[in-house]
């Protein structure tokens, strides 16, 4: 049986005692991941099997497994964890920071009597007694878990995994799956470009001009764009609408990707179009039009491809990045620190909509704003969806969205250089429907915004230097209430 397991997970061994839990565990998992009673008991006291310790032990071990839970570290807990109060807590512990709960359960009532029997002769304090072997006797535990079986898919785990044999148990391979936010490994250097919004004409002047080449590709058709020392391209999302060339962009993006010189983080738009394509009946959003209609005007024989192609496309963004160790993390709406790496409907919905409950009246900008003054990461997060006159770095943060599509600049931030580069854009393809307090074209060069002004200007910031954060795999996504509120607010 394949076992997976993601990379951020709290892994709960289920079942009662003798039945080869801690064994799995130390066969499967490094030590130091793998938190059980005798081994808190023996910190507590130096004797594993000292029953008298288990109160304290039980505390150390929720406070261990909660500090590595706010490390986003992968965490086993070898217990009996047959009482569903224990579950419950251990379950609403874990979605306090957005990590993924999965039960391995070990239904094997005959290895549990056949180990009792092995017992039954010994003292109940020997060293070297898993569990608590004289709390609750093995027909009761065992009752437990016939009990519990039928309910666990309903618990709330992420997975549920359930030997029914030893041999399962001794034949599971355990696969330890990497979140899709996770690619630390990607060093760079990069080239981070902000919300281009179909304005591919800028688009290609930017990649010029940072030095990439167009050059055909045999992943699809047409051409993609190379760069010759290697740097890789990050999109921050909202590539389409708007703009004049938006399933250009599109495929150009797309290339990229397939071409591995780009990576692409979803925006709020993209997310719209796919909910528009997914939906029973779809009402479009006046926000997408521009993209349908593109669509509209494609060859009718291709129409439906080009719809599944671009479903496709989004569905394998990720809602933000992880990059350099840690060091860069890349969001549409930026992202706090305890939610980068990780991977819930909040954190999803953080890193596309930005605050939940930032609205467009006279203080949004500054609801939406007010994370980057509350950072104090030490990852570089770059973002977009909120257009500004001028990219600065304010508390290792960077918005690179400079309003192309409305008439200002294609911005793109060099990493780990800091340095940003931007093209003009050749017109205002669309107009902003703001309040009075934030950015219009015509508002440049000179006036700031009052954001803007706030920022403190510090091109040349001293690189974040220890890596960071985890992640975990995709939640449903349907439309939080809030997150509607905020939607409505981007049309
Ligand atoms: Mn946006």
Known sequence: MLVGIPENALVLLIGPRGVGKSRFAARHFDPGQVVSLPQMRKMVCDQPDLLEATNDAAELQALLVEMRLAWGRFTVVDSTNLRFRNRQNLLTLARKFHAPVVAIVFDLPESARAHGERLSGLPSFLPGIPDNLTVEPLEEQLASLKDALPRLGQEGFHRVYLFSTPEERDQAEIQIQKLPCNRKEHQGPFDLIGDVHGCCDELESLLGLLGYR???????PGFTWRHPEGRIAVFVGDILDRGPR??????????????????????????KVYRHFKAAKPEPRPSILQTLREIEQEDPGTQRETIRELVEFIEGLPHHLVLDGGRLVAAHAGLREDLQGRDSALVRNQALFGDAHARFDEESDATRMEWVHQYRGRALVVYGHTPVTESAILNRTINIDTGCVFGGRLTALRYPEMATHFVEAQKAYAVQRRSATEWHSQDRPNKKSPILSRVETNR???????????????????LTDSERETDRGNE
């Open 214 to 220: 167009r050059e055909a590709i045999a992943e699809c």
């Open 246 to 271: 938006i399933l250009d962009t599109y495929r150009l993006v797309r290339s990229m990707i397939l071409a591995r010189t780009a990576l692409a983080v979803q925006g709020n738009h993209e997310l």
């Open 460 to 478: 040349n910031p001293e690189p974040p230097t220890d890596a960071n954060g985890q992640c975990v795999p995709g939640q449903s996504p349907d």
